[in-house]
């Protein structure tokens, strides 16, 4: 049972953590290019991470909605993205939001500034980030 639930975790949500792993690094990294205001730095990474796991979660969302219109024979639909778009808000919501703007920024805030290397302390602040948000 472990096992299975496991296996559909990491079908359903590891794509969207390595994309989402890989904009919180490189928004983060590239803003620190261009400043040194270490908390907005944490924010875009945030955004930066945000943005790629959604969009990676909505990605997979069209793909098995078209599939299954593939297989009824049917047309998309704006109604069908309505139903994309609603399923991915009462899933992550609330939840999603609290993480985008308090606790995931504040580790990627925190972390940098502990280890004393910004693109490890950005990383490390993310996957803190993950592990708050899944528990």
């Known amino acids: 049972m472990i096992k299975?639930?496991?296996?559909?975790w990491l079908k359903r949500y590891l794509p969207a953590e390595i994309v989402?792993?890989?904009t919180a690094v490189g928004a983060?990294?590239?803003t620190h290019v261009f400043s040194d205001n270490h908390l907005f730095i944490a924010y875009?990474?945030?955004l930066g991470e945000a943005v790629g796991f959604y969009s990676t979660v909505f990605i997979q969302h069209l793909l098995v909605a078209n599939k299954k219109r593939e297989l009824e024979n049917k047309s998309f639909s704006v109604v069908g993205?309505?139903?994309i778009i609603t399923s991915i808000v009462l899933e992550f919501g609330p939840a999603g939001i609290?993480?985008?703007l308090i606790v995931r920024p504040f580790f990627m805030y925190?972390?940098?500034?502990?280890l004393k290397n910004y693109t490890l302390g950005i990383l490390l602040g993310k996957i803190a980030g993950d592990i708050t948000?899944?528990?």
Do not use: C, H, R
């Open 28 to 30: 983060a990294s590239i």
């Open 44 to 46: 875009v990474g945030s």
């Open 110 to 114: 925190l972390f940098p500034l502990l």
């Open 4 to 8: 299975q639930k496991l296996k559909e």
């Open 98 to 100: 609290i993480d985008g």
């Open 133 to 135: 948000f899944y528990m």
């Open 81 to 83: 993205l309505y139903k």
């Open 20 to 22: 989402g792993t890989l």
